[in-house]
C-alpha cells in the first residue's frame, strides 16, 4: 500500500508576525570593515528605522568563520556597542530561522 503525505497544514503561532524584524542590515559584501565604521552602520541603520517609526531591526553580522581566526568580530563588538545604546531597549541572538548565531535582533525605544 502507497504512503500518503499528509496534507495537514504546518502549525503557525498566531503570534509569530509580530514579532518580525520590520527592517534588516546585512553587514556582508562589505569588505573589510574597521569597528569604528560598524558603529557608524549601525548608527545610521538606527537613526533610518527610527526615523520611519520602526521599533524592532535585525542585523546580520555573520558567524565570523571568514573572520581571521575563524572568530567572530563584528557580533561580539555590535552586541556591546548596541546593549550600551541609548535608543536600544533589548538585543538578543536572532531565531534560528533568521540566522540565529549569526544574526542580532534589536528592539528599539
Known amino acids: 500500500m502507497a504512503k500518503h503525505k499528509s496534507s495537514k497544514k504546518q502549525k503557525t503561532n498566531k503570534y509569530d508576525n509580530l514579532s518580525k524584524p520590520e ?6 559584501g562589505r569588505g573589510y570593515l574597521t569597528m569604528p ?17 520602526l521599533t524592532k531591526i535585525l ?5 565570523g568563520i571568514h573572520s581571521e581566526g575563524g572568530m567572530p568580530k563584528i557580533k561580539p563588538f555590535l552586541r ?12 538578543y541572538e536572532g531565531r534560528r530561522d533568521r540566522g540565529g548565531e549569526g544574526t542580532l ?3 528599539l525605544d
Open 59 to 63: 542585523f546580520i553580522t555573520g558567524k
Open 23 to 28: 527592517a534588516e542590515f546585512d553587514f556582508h
Open 37 to 53: 565604521q560598524v558603529q557608524k552602520l549601525a548608527d545610521d541603520f538606527i537613526q533610518e528605522a527610527l526615523r520611519r517609526d
Open 80 to 91: 556591546k556597542y548596541l546593549q550600551s545604546h541609548p535608543r536600544v531597549l533589548r538585543v
Open 105 to 107: 535582533e534589536v528592539v
